[in-house]
């Protein structure tokens, strides 16, 4: 999964510091979402998407759509 976290949050103006700080983690899970390192849980994905002011199908983007449909 892949997202457009760092996009929206130069947007706002805002360091991985500063949003991390909003969202109550470590700078360092900013980081590593950003960078494909570590997928947020359902949670901590939509508190994210609202702190920046986003839907989460604007904000994350899934590597192979496909594979979402060989589970229906």
């Known amino acids: 999964m892949r997202t457009r976290i760092k ?5 706002h103006g805002l360091t991985q510091a500063q949003l991390a700080d909003r969202l109550g983690v470590r700078r360092e899970t900013i ?3 950003e960078q494909g390192k570590y997928n947020p849980s359902l949670r ?3 508190r994210i998407a609202r702190a920046l002011q986003s839907s989460m ?3 994350y983007i899934f590597d192979d ?3 979402l449909e060989g589970h229906k």
Do not use: G, P, T
Request: glycine content about 0%; aromatic content about 6%.
């Open 7 to 11: 996009e929206l949050r130069a947007r």
């Open 31 to 33: 980081s590593f979402i």
């Open 44 to 46: 901590l994905a939509h």
């Open 57 to 59: 199908d604007e904000l």
């Open 65 to 67: 759509e496909n594979d």
